[in-house]
């Protein structure tokens, strides 16, 4: 059989979220690169859909136009404006993305089925940079001190990609992970969640908020509604898996009882109708910080096991990442280094540097959470005080005052009302 030999500087495995981002900001810099998926666009990914300021800001700085399209299809991308926690003992907070309400302020957020936000990324990806194999089969990766070889299966045809460097952005069982890392990197996700597709969810908030619940039946987890167009919503648990294991949970069954008798939003769900099957898959979540690059090759998103731990957010990450990567890979194009020295530099430290406090304070966040008194506490006492209400509202959205919603003495001072 023929074998049709490519070369490039750079091969993507993987155009989901950070493998799109990483191909749009190198096509933006003129760099040749091949894109490689298994599927084929428009393709689903299990997920909560909901989609925060990063992902709209990644997308902004590539072009602008394309928040201007995304605010125009509002039928499809459903604008969120903030989000609504609910702690165990039932007291909800509202906590807007902006201290603009809709009236005076585009929404930061938006909520969009992966479907159709990943075959929007995809319709972006064709320039005269870009060669794409969708619906291609890996079928072997190896790499020498001049750089990578990846062969594909893809319509009946073999290719032979030989790249300098490779991009791993093939989500959460990343086969570039694998092959690169194999020796440190982690087989099994921190957390798992379950999706499923409902329309007839009365009382939304008026705004598009999406609700997380934490309930006493689902330890070191949370339920999720979040509202999409024409009166549909993506519904959710999420759990870490450890939790899942070691009680033994079945996931699924927690998620049915909620929805038909947990008394905070069982009348909700009366009338409303499954649309989908229900669908599982692993969150990757950050724990702590790992080499997520190396001689010629650099991870983004989930394939780098960087999902938010504390609000469950991957897509802006991923995004954020991939853009991140196409820059580090200028850099390397321009002085010819695709060294472990030079991406730890321009890659892995940038990244670090500019998502690691976040990522860090959003797990001491998820950590302090799992002890649902705290959160009851917390949240009682912000019942009390319009000042703690305010700080707790900012410290969702402003990450210097995270730090101190991180800090045991935080605590201290909340139980102690000082
Ligand atoms: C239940 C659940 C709920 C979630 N909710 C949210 C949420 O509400 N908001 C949010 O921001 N994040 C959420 N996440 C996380 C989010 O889904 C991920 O972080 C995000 O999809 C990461 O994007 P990615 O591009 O890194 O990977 P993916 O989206 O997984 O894309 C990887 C791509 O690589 C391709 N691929 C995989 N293997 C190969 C291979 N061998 N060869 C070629 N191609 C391959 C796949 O087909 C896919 O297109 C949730 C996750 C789960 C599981």
Redesign the pocket.
């Known amino acids: 059989m023929q074998l049709n030999r490519i070369e490039t500087p750079v091969v993507i495995?993987?155009?989901?979220?950070?493998?799109a981002a990483t191909s749009i900001y190198l096509s933006k810099q003129n760099i040749r690169h091949v894109i490689?998926?298994?599927?084929v666009f428009p393709?689903d990914?299990?997920?909560?859909?909901?989609?925060?300021g990063k992902t709209t800001a990644v997308i902004h700085h590539a072009n602008p136009e394309w928040v201007t399209e995304m605010r125009q299809r509002s039928n499809v991308f459903q604008p969120s404006w903030g989000m609504t926690v609910v702690a165990p003992n039932g007291k909800r907070l509202d906590i807007p993305y902006s201290a603009k309400m809709p009236e005076s302020a585009e929404a930061k957020g938006f909520i969009v089925p992966r479907m159709d936000l990943?075959n929007f990324l995809f319709e972006k990806l064709p320039s005269p940079y870009c060669t794409i194999f969708q619906g291609?089969r890996?079928e072997r990766m190896s790499n020498d001190a001049d750089g990578v070889t990846v062969t594909i299966k893809h319509n009946g045809a073999t290719y032979e990609i030989k790249a300098k460097v490779i991009v791993g952005?093939?989500?959460?069982?990343?086969?570039v992970r694998k092959h690169f890392l194999s020796g440190i990197t982690t087989a099994k996700t921190e957390a798992i969640?379950?999706?499923a597709y409902y329309e007839g969810i009365t009382e939304m908030h008026p705004h598009s908020f999406i609700e997380l619940h934490y309930f006493k039946e689902i330890p070191e987890g949370y339920f999720w509604i979040?509202p999409l167009p024409d009166g549909r919503a993506n519904v959710?648990i999420?759990m870490l898996s450890a939790t899942v294991r070691e009680k033994k949970v079945n996931l699924r069954e927690v998620m049915l009882k909620a929805i038909k008798t947990n008394p905070r939003i069982a009348h909700r769900f009366k009338n409303a109708r499954l649309l989908d099957k229900i669908q599982?898959?692993?969150?990757p979540v950050y724990t702590k910080d790992r080499p997520i690059s190396g001689n010629n090759f650099i991870l983004?998103?989930?394939?780098a096991l960087m999902?938010d731990p504390f609000s469950?957010?991957?897509?802006?990450?991923?995004m954020f990442s991939g853009m991140l990567a196409a820059n580090a890979i200028k850099k390397a194009v321009d002085a010819k280094d695709y060294s472990e020295g030079f991406f730890k530099k321009e890659y892995e430290t940038e990244f670090y540097k500019e998502l690691g406090a976040e990522l860090k304070h959003n797990g001491k966040l998820q950590r302090v959470f799992r002890y649902q008194w705290v959160f009851n506490m917390v949240f009682n006492k912000a019942y009390k005080s319009i000042t703690l209400k305010r700080l707790i509202i900012c410290m969702f959205t402003d990450i210097s005052l995270q730090k101190q919603i991180s800090k045991p003495s935080f605590y201290l001072k909340v139980l102690f009302n000082r």
């Open positions: 495995i993987g155009a989901g979220p950070a493998g490689i998926d298994k599927d393709r990914k299990v997920c909560g859909d909901a989609c925060g990943d291609a890996v952005a093939d989500g959460d069982k990343s086969i969640g379950l999706r979040f959710g999420g599982g898959w692993g969150v983004c998103g989930d394939s999902v469950g957010e991957g897509i802006g990450n991923a």
